[in-house]
């Protein structure tokens, strides 16, 4: 059964930073693109940051890059993302995501509040 477990939420100031990180189970971690979505109250849910199988390639947003950065270690089965420079539209729940055989699996999520 897939499991992904975020953490690292909270709440910063603008301009702050924060670290996310997703535990991933229940299939071969390294075989799988990862990514990070989020949603704000109110909007729809949207991809922030894709990396590939061995961090070679990586995707982000316009809205996130230069500020945001994804990486995985395969070996810790967990797939992060530094948030730098966070804005106050950066706030929403902030969600890894695994898509395998057509299937995108989700964690819980996790908050992130950038207000001052």
């Known amino acids: 059964q897939v499991q992904l477990v975020e953490s690292g939420g909270g709440l910063v100031q603008p301009g702050g930073s924060l670290r996310l990180s997703c535990a991933a189970s229940?299939?071969?971690?390294?075989?799988?693109?990862m990514s990070w979505y989020r949603q704000a109250p109110g909007k729809e849910r949207e991809l922030v940051a894709t990396v590939s199988t061995i961090n070679s390639v990586t995707y982000y947003a316009d809205s996130v890059k230069g500020r945001f950065m994804i990486s995985r270690d395969n070996a810790k089965k967990t797939v992060y993302l530094q948030m730098n420079s966070l804005k106050p539209e950066d706030t929403a729940v902030y969600y890894c995501?695994?898509?395998?055989?057509?299937?995108?699996?989700w964690g819980q999520g996790t908050q992130v509040t950038v207000s001052s």
């Open positions: 995501s695994v898509l395998r055989r057509s299937l995108r699996d």
């Open positions: 229940g299939f071969i971690f390294s075989a799988y693109v």
